[in-house]
T-cell receptor, first 112, second 116 residues
């Protein structure tokens, strides 16, 4: 069964600094998608970044980038120039077929 | 437009009530989902409607009943709920990627349900 593991329940970063959130997953599939979602206290799940497994190049979206290591089954999220609005719960997610699996989440605090 | 709408935003119901949650998307997505999310936990998949076929998480009790009137709408009918069913209920939709795989899921704002 596919599983997603986020080993950092909580992380903290100073405003304008860089932080990296970790995610590992387990799968026997070769073709799948990986995502990072953000859920602020307002509760809506917002897509941060998406990675296709067959693409070697790491995805980037403005201040957000990933380090995708397919062989190691690792998918970390780097947030550069952290802003107060980045404070939220971050979920790593994996999908193949009809099912999306989420990690337990990492709560990110941004200190002014 | 990547908007998924959900109504109502909040719902309080007694254990003997019957109510429905509504989810709508106009992105032409072929798959829609219902999730249950408890505080500080990830969403748990309840139902998937994909290619006009319903898939059910077998652990979901029968007091939850999904209905898909058309490809843009997904309802969740609630009957005889228990206090432990109180949670945030999220709806999502997604296009289907290569090989019919689920691609990015776009979430609605959720319905906060309280069962008294």
């Amino acid at each position: 069964a596919q599983t997603v593991t986020q080993s950092q329940p909580e992380m903290s970063v100073q405003e304008a600094e860089t932080v990296t959130l970790s995610c590992t997953y387990d799968t026997s599939e070769s073709d799948y998608y990986l995502f990072w979602y953000k859920q602020p206290p307002s509760r809506q799940m917002i897509l941060v970044i998406r990675q296709e497994a067959y693409k070697q190049q790491n995805a980037t979206e403005n201040r957000f980038s990933v380090n995708f290591q397919k062989a190691a089954k690792s998918f970390s999220l780097k947030i550069s120039d952290s802003q107060l609005g980045d404070a939220a719960m971050y979920f790593c997610a994996y999908t193949s077929d009809n099912d999306m699996r989420f990690g337990a989440g990492t709560r990110l605090t941004v200190k002014p | 437009d990547t908007e998924v709408t959900q109504t109502p935003k909040h719902l309080v119901m007694g254990m003997t009530n019957k109510k429905s949650l509504k989810c709508e998307q106009h992105m032409g997505h072929r798959a829609m989902y219902w999730y249950k999310q408890k505080a500080k936990k990830p969403p748990e998949l309840m139902f998937v409607y994909s290619y006009e076929k319903l898939s059910i998480n077998e652990s979901v009790p029968s007091r939850f009943s999904p209905e898909c009137p058309n490809s843009s709408l997904l309802n969740l009918h609630l009957h005889a709920l228990q206090p432990e069913d109180s949670a945030l209920y999220l709806c999502a939709s997604s296009p289907l990627g290569r090989g019919g795989r689920t691609d990015t899921q776009y979430f609605g704002p959720g319905t906060r349900l309280t069962v008294l």
